[in-house]
């Protein structure tokens, strides 16, 4: 079956290797072909067009929470910071590896999941690189009111979520389904209501099915209902589809790629632009034939130099870019910790606020669909036990600094530490140039 003109393929995780489907959001999906591939690089034969890729559910790690705003653009930071404190922060050389997807709101609060990827490993993306990622169950529609259970590369994931969103979602830890997996969905069910995620409890599990040998068996339904405590039963899995808008996922070898094809574009533009001006030349001089070869070699001479110039120059502007986390002192991480201390409302005799770990990070990112310099502190610390605790005193002096005005700080609330009896904090400052 070949693809229409349009059509977006879409590279799905399937029960025992990768499914490529042709369509759009607007039209629909149909399957184009099946593989026993586990790895996308082995995955051949995709059709011509635009490649979106679902990640695999065991690549991915969620973390959903409340944000007590209905504030959209707060969410960003809210999201990363819960992350932080989770222990899931991304790795800053692998590209665009977080997202947030809201799931619900409320009168100033919003239900939304964090997620993070992990950096792809070796024959884990395809040979054609996709032009947009997004998360496997945000691609299949979720039934509310459900856990929904599907095997992914010959291992066994559940999702809750409904139409559209995923609330939670993870790979279980056994390759079978039995009641140490039903303990598993319940033990997840049970943090989503502790944490006020989930107002009742799902009416029932589904195990959705694909037609192969791997699917679930009577028996193996049976003990995943009595490990989950809630009846369980089969469904073909349905079409997937294509979230719109996608997430902002980008791992770090695609992001080059598209950096270099673009700087590739950009040279070429450049070199179309001489030879336009060079044959204007040729023309302008065409009734004097020597005089038309003299011109026509001093300017091929003269384009010649002048590319040579500007690659030099385009170059050196290039590596000076580079340099420029280096290069601007006062971002210098002593220079930061420097004004960080000094802002502390400790005195001589009484150390207030004690650091536990600081974190400076100042090097190139991708900003917008822009590379750009992106500057940040993270300073953890904490306090005694007391009614007039000093870290909103230390907060207003950070904002207040001259030496720290070119960053925006968010103050996260202090949390007692039960085993040590201290109040701990974490202040995050982003620069705004």
Partial sequence: MSAKKGDLNLMIPGADGWEIWTGSAVNG???????EHLLALDVTGIP??????????RQVSAVPFRAQTDDLSLLG?????????????PALDGGQLSDHFVYGTAPDE?????VVMNPPTEGQLPRKSPDQFD????????PEGQVVVWRELGRWVFAIGKPGHALYFQCLSGERLDARAGNEIRLALTQLQLQGLLKTVPESVVVWSHGSASDARPEELEALARGVGIP?????RP???WPVPPSRLLPADVRAERLAIQGRRNRNIMIAALAVVYLGVMGYLYFDLQKTKDAAAVVKRKADSVSAEASLLDNHRAQWDELQPVVESEYHPLELFLATYRALPNTKDNRYIRFKKLSFLNQFREIEGDVKVAREIVLEGFTEMSDNPPTPKYAENLRTSSDLKGFDWSFGPDIEDKRTGKMTFTFVGNATQ
């Fill in 135 to 142: 998360i496997s169950p945000r691609c299949l529609p979720l």
């Fill in 110 to 114: 919003t239900h939304l999941t964090a």
């Fill in 29 to 35: 999906f149909r399957q184009h072909s099946s593989t």
């Fill in 232 to 236: 369980a039963s089969n469904a073909p």
């Fill in 239 to 241: 079409n997937p589809t």
């Fill in 77 to 89: 930071d809210l999201a990363s910071m819960q992350l932080e404190k989770s222990g899931n922060r």
């Fill in 48 to 57: 011509s067009g635009g490649v979106a890729m679902a990640i695999p559910v």
